[in-house]
């Protein structure tokens, strides 16, 4: 058992100063959950047509609907065509109405798009025609920030703490975030929401690794799911703000604004993240059938007067592979992140695909992650971390290739299966958060998550551009979507059960240093002075 296992069981699992890390946890997942979302919204399906107004010139009475039959061919259906135009002429009115245009071209003079429509994405940067790949793109984009945030703040926050990123991570994403609604060209957009993606990086894995070490077995996995609920709260209030505010510009700041009331709230308190320790007398047995009595545990008021008697090595990316065990682990992990972020993010971003109203399609997408990281909660404490894991990424996996053959003309059906999907996905992901930060040691924790974040990240770049493949054949995402999680659920199977058991300090197997002397001097009958804790990692008897 490590040292801050034994003070947690002696203070309590789950006290004020845990009580207030975890409330402290909901406006950056509120925040979290609008960002991963948002642009679903801003690129709402607009009509539009090529701008044809050439004709203008030697037909300047003509009305809109006789523009549009003289320059615009029509389709099967009888509709004009929205990403092609017939060819500009030089020739008089008199001669284009009696013989008529025949040679089409793409568009070569830009888009119309109805003036009533608020100003989105799609309509100030003609994302349309040859240029829609750009929205899917531009997720990807976002999601290679995911990625980058992974690799840079996880190794990052093991060396310099968990206070100092979490801090960076919120400035990073208020400066980028709001900046993002006065960006003159696309591909500034995209560069700001890397940046912004970068920083979500750093703040999800700090309040996992927050409520991992500073909160007790028991009540882990409620302190971690709860942040998960206000992800899924922070979904609804997405749907309901971006049904208000139809101009991207302002609902981008609405979204984003928000974070610097957390940032300067955190800077005004040096002791948020600082637990407050009082002395106290922990009466304990030894283990072995022997009766110590009480020892009074001689805790420092605050973390930075903790002395260390030794140092703990850190651990480094390389230590994750040079034992077997933790190579495993650290594998198997890593593609159980992917597929699931892949089954996740290949259901969440195909909201406006699946026939019924987007906004009420989005809201039923949040509230149902409500019930399924709540829970997720009882499952893991009733069959464990390795069984649950295995049975909801396998259930997301089938929901999505049942999906594959429902017919287009039953988006209802669709949705209601999706909606599952999204619900055991959802509590999946929750399993393998609260999982893979029991499975790795204390001292390359950090970079254990980070490691599975930044598989996890490539599945959220991969996984818009696999909606591409559409095009060739509706089914072909979906089955890529599907198949996937069951090969990683089964694969979860050889995996160890974390339920119930401390967490691991260091990469070697077996006791602690502290375990260790403990037991030597009882097994030899030695004396126990008072117990005193010298480090947060570490116990000296």
Aim: net charge neutral; aromatic share 10%; glycine share 8%.
């Amino acid at each position: 058992m490590s040292g801050v296992g034994e003070i947690l069981k002696a203070v309590g699992d789950f006290g004020p100063f845990q009580k207030r890390l975890v409330l402290l946890s909901v406006i950056p997942c509120l925040s979290v959950a609008f960002h991963q979302f948002c642009q679903l919204f801003m690129v709402p399906h607009v009509p539009h047509h090529c701008d044809t107004s050439w004709i203008r010139a030697v037909g300047p009475n003509l009305t809109e609907e006789e523009q549009l039959n003289l320059t615009l061919p029509r389709d099967a259906e009888g509709s004009f065509e929205q990403c092609s135009m017939y060819s500009p002429v030089d020739w008089d009115l008199d001669s284009i109405v009696t013989y008529g245009l025949n040679t089409t071209e793409k568009c070569s003079s830009g888009w119309v798009y109805p003036s009533a429509e608020p100003p989105s994405l799609l309509t100030e940067f003609d994302l349309v025609c040859d240029r829609k790949e750009l929205h899917d793109i531009a997720q990807s984009v976002y999601m290679l920030g995911l990625f980058l945030g992974s690799m840079i703040f996880g190794p990052l926050s093991d060396r310099i703490g968990r206070r100092p990123i979490i801090l960076i991570s919120v400035f990073l994403q208020g400066l980028f975030g709001v900046g993002i609604a006065l960006v003159p060209h696309f591909y500034v957009y995209m560069a700001f929401r890397c940046v912004v993606g970068a920083s979500v990086s750093g703040i999800t894995m700090t309040i996992l690794a927050l409520a991992t070490e500073w909160i007790g077995v028991s009540s882990r996995p409620k302190a971690v799911l709860t942040s998960h609920c206000c992800f899924a709260i922070g979904q609804m209030i997405l749907a309901g703000l971006s049904y208000g505010i139809r101009n991207w510009r302002l609902l981008q700041i609405a979204g984003s604004a928000p974070i610097f009331a957390f940032f300067f709230s955190i800077q005004s308190s040096n002791a948020v993240l600082e637990p407050k320790w009082q002395p106290l007398t922990m009466p304990t047995g030894d283990g072995l059938g022997m009766d110590r009595g009480g020892l009074q545990l001689q805790l420092p008021c605050t973390r930075d007067q903790l002395k260390p008697e030794t140092q703990t090595k850190s651990g480094s990316t390389l230590d994750l592979f040079r034992k077997k065990h933790l190579r495993n682990v650290t594998l198997i992990m890593s593609c159980a992140w992917f597929v699931n972020s892949l089954v996740y993010y290949g259901l969440s971003l195909n909201v406006t695909n699946f026939g019924l109203d987007i906004y009420l399609t989005q809201l039923a997408f949040g509230a149902v992650e409500i019930p399924a990281r709540v829970g997720c909660i009882f499952l893991l404490q009733w069959f464990g971390r390795k069984k649950t894991q295995v049975v909801l990424l396998v259930l997301s996996g089938l929901v999505c290739l049942i999906i594959t053959g429902i017919p287009e003309d039953q988006p209802v059906v669709t949705t209601v299966l999706a909606t599952i999907g999204k619900f055991t996905a959802s509590a999946s992901f929750s399993t393998s958060y609260v999982y893979a930060a029991e499975l790795f040691p204390t001292v390359i924790r950090q970079t254990g998550v980070g490691l599975c974040s930044m598989s996890a990240r490539v599945a959220g770049i991969v996984a818009p551009l696999i909606r591409l493949l559409s095009e060739y054949h509706r089914a072909i995402p979906m089955a890529i979507f599907g198949s996937t999680p069951v090969v990683g659920g089964l694969l979860c199977i050889l995996l160890p059960e974390t339920s119930g058991t401390d967490l691991a300090d260091e990469t070697r197997d077996g006791c602690s240093p502290a375990e260790m002397t403990f037991f030597s001097q009882k097994l030899h009958g030695g004396g126990v002075p008072a117990l005193t804790v010298y480090s947060s990692k570490t116990v000296f008897w």
